[in-house]
Nanobody, 125 residues
C-alpha cells in the first residue's frame, strides 16, 4: 500500500520557521518527481514547490521563492520542505504529492499520482 505521510506542521509566529517532512512507503520515490501544495480555508489548492527525481531541478511558487527550500533523500524515501520567514498568508494545510515530472506540478490541472493527507501550518501575526 502506497502512503505519503506529512509531518512537522504546527503553530508558529510570523517570521519563524518550520520544516515539513513527507515520508513515503510502498513506493520508490526515486522514480517520481515530488512536490508540495497547500490549501487555505476557502481557497483553491496552490502549488508550493517541486523537486525532480535527482534533485537537479527545483521549482517554486513566486510567493515562497527565497523563503522555502525543497529537498529529498531518495534513500530515506523522504521529501522535506524547509520554511522560513513565515507569514500569516502561509497558513494552510500542506500536502505532499508524487508526480511524473516537475513542470506538471505547476499546471492547474495537476492530478498527481499519489497524495498525502496533509499537515496543518498556522502562522500567527
Amino acid at each position: 500500500q502506497v502512503q505519503l505521510v506529512e509531518s512537522g506542521g504546527g503553530l508558529v509566529q510570523a517570521g519563524g520557521s518550520l520544516s515539513l517532512s513527507c515520508a513515503a512507503s510502498g513506493l520508490s520515490i526515486s522514480t517520481y518527481a515530488m512536490g508540495w501544495f497547500r490549501q487555505a480555508p476557502g481557497k483553491e489548492r496552490e502549488f508550493v514547490a517541486t523537486i525532480g527525481r535527482t534533485s537537479r531541478t527545483t521549482l517554486y511558487a513566486d510567493s515562497v521563492k527565497g523563503r522555502f527550500t525543497i529537498s529529498r533523500d531518495n534513500a530515506k524515501s523522504t521529501v522535506l520542505l524547509q520554511m522560513s520567514s513565515l507569514k500569516p498568508e502561509d497558513t494552510a494545510v500542506y500536502y505532499c504529492a508524487a508526480g511524473s515530472y516537475t513542470e506538471e506540478f505547476r499546471s492547474p490541472s495537476f492530478t498527481g499520482t499519489y497524495w498525502g493527507q496533509g499537515t496543518q501550518v498556522t502562522v500567527s501575526s
